[in-house]
């Protein structure tokens, strides 16, 4: 079973950047797509990017394309998301997701394994 737990969340100013973690448990890591996901206030969670097993391949949502970048270190069990030109709408709980696959997936259903999330908040 694989644990999940995000780091790197916080208050920025708009214009900002964050660099958001995840470290994972488990000898497979490296065998599974991840990704991040968001819930802003009020609305339903959002795929954010994905990232392949190897990390040969990334998904981006089109709210963040040119702003942020998903990248994984296999030898460290870890994922992570720079996020540039942050916008207040940027503003929600950040997940962390194992993939059910090698595959890239960009709905909930494809992945099976859930960090607690970490709160990002842009201000105007």
């Known amino acids: 079973q694989v644990h999940l737990v995000e780091s790197g969340g916080g208050l920025v100013q708009a214009g900002g950047s964050l660099r958001l973690s995840c470290a994972a448990s488990?000898?497979?890591?490296?065998?599974?797509?991840m990704g991040w996901f968001r819930q802003g206030p009020g609305k339903e969670r959002e795929i954010v990017a994905a990232?392949?097993?190897?990390?040969?391949?990334?998904y981006y949502a089109d709210s963040v394309k040119g702003r942020f970048t998903i990248s994984r270190d296999n030898a460290k069990n870890a994922i992570y998301l720079q996020m540039n030109s942050l916008k207040p709408e940027d503003t929600a709980v950040y997940f962390c997701?194992?993939?059910?696959?090698?595959?890239?997936?960009?709905?909930?259903?494809?992945?099976?394994?859930w960090g607690q999330g970490t709160q990002v908040t842009v201000s105007s």
């Open positions: 488990g000898r497979t890591f490296s065998s599974y797509a």
């Open positions: 990232i392949s097993s190897t990390g040969k391949f990334a």
């Open positions: 997701a194992k993939g059910s696959s090698i595959y890239v997936g960009t709905e909930n259903r494809s992945y099976d394994a």
